[in-house]
DNA sequence: CCAATATTCTAACGACTATTAGAATATGTC
DNA sequence: GACATATTCTAATAGTCGTTAGAATATTGG
């Protein structure tokens, strides 16, 4: 009621809470941290509504976690901060240490069927550099096209059964997708494995590998989005 | 609507934003990432009334912010994972970099009245081991207690009058609060100030000082709140 | 076991949020 | 300039949250 300034800043930090208070947007934020969107493709990928999607960016905007870009009568939606996808780490991290239930829910979509641990990033990195696997990013195009891993192969989940002919028989594959709440790779390992592959998953997403300091192929901003 | 594993984690997740949703909850989570305290305590601290105070703590509990502790007929309240404070300054941070109007805010409290920056922490820690400057502590004197700056003396804010007469006058007062939110660092460089030291602030609070892998000191988790 | 104290639970009001239909705006194309 | 397309704004409904009074619970000390 008093807005003194002390409140007036926790009140912006409250506005923040709040734009992170809704699934949605969540799932929202999660893919912005991939690649920047038109508002129609984020309501494709996330099977949202576009008006919603719309309200819901807005709500982003406004608290300051989005912005966007014009591109013909295309409006692009970025991060306004690559600090922002630490936010839902962190969320997620503090989730799983402290809910047996998320933790549950987790591990159901990302362990092995086999019961095997999913590869982590440090050695993933080293069998890369010796060029022991096969690394395949199976997102949709336009985000691997964004930002990859670096030596990681574009293999979209739903070109998987014509592409995987091409994939080298004699190593490990290991996929990975938009990191821990994505569940594109998993599905991809189960088919790979059914297929006959040694198949690994990797739970980091580009935005994680990133943060680590690993190596990352990004593409300038001036791309356009739709040809 | 259709619960599938995905939703219900982002759902757990959005249960946490929507926690950090609040004004009165983000000011106990910072008091909490300086010492666990009992419901009345932070209620006095924060000018909340004590139900709605309760009824905070709660969303705060249920969404695994916090946890409780008895002890006697009260009920200790603190954070339930270290990394919850991470969060906050991590939302700092967006709107500080995003916002114009929140970098105003925090600059009013925190640039010195003659425009001199705020120390940083690395600097600060060099002129401490070279015994440079005196550190103090205006937090409460419990706050103290439970952890503080390795190094630094308690003079919580209230007290500063009677005590700044102990404070050597040959080397320069450094004095710290909660932190990014927290205004009694400010007030007491003030004070000092008229009263003839030369005296600076330090933004960071223990949680921030910590964070770095700075020195700070720690009592055992055994201790009585109330005596 | 009773009283005293600290805290939580229940309930109810008003204020805010989500969703989405329909109108409005902005850009590009012919 | 008229038209098509992408997006946002307006508004209205249903649902959720914040606050706080009053009842209920848990612990300690007599």
Redesign the pocket.
């Known amino acids: 009621m008093a807005p003194n300034p002390k409140h007036a800043v926790l009140d912006r930090l409250a506005d923040i809470g709040?734009a992170l208070?809704?699934r949605?947007r969540l799932q929202i934020l999660d893919l912005l941290a991939q690649a920047e969107q038109?508002?129609?493709t984020i309501a494709l990928k996330t099977n949202i509504?576009?008006?919603?999607t719309?309200?819901?960016?807005?709500?982003l905007r406004e608290a300051g976690l989005a912005t966007?870009r014009?591109e013909?009568?295309?409006?692009v939606y970025r991060l306004a901060d690559p600090e922002v996808h630490r936010l839902i780490s962190a969320m997620l991290g503090i989730a799983e240490r402290r809910s047996a239930d998320v933790r549950d829910l987790t591990r159901r979509f990302f362990d092995d069927p086999d019961g095997a641990e999913p590869v982590t990033a440090t050695e993933l990195r080293r069998r890369l550099d010796r060029g022991e696997v096969t690394l395949i990013d199976v997102r949709p195009a336009d985000e691997y096209q964004q930002a990859h891993i670096a030596g990681a192969h574009s293999v979209p989940l739903d070109t998987l059964a014509r592409h995987s002919a091409e994939l080298p028989r004699d190593r490990a594959v290991v996929a990975y997708c938009r990191g821990a709440t994505c569940v594109l790779a998993a599905t991809a390992v189960r088919r790979l494995r059914r297929a006959g592959f040694t198949a690994h998953l990797l739970r980091d997403g580009v935005p994680d590998w990133n943060r680590r300091g690993f190596p990352v192929v990004r593409q300038p901003h001036t791309t356009r989005v739709h040809p």
Do not use: Y
Request: without cysteine; hydrophobic residues 45%.
């Open positions: 709040a208070a809704h949605a038109t508002v129609e509504p576009l008006k919603s719309s309200a819901h960016l807005r709500v966007t014009r013909g009568t295309f409006v």
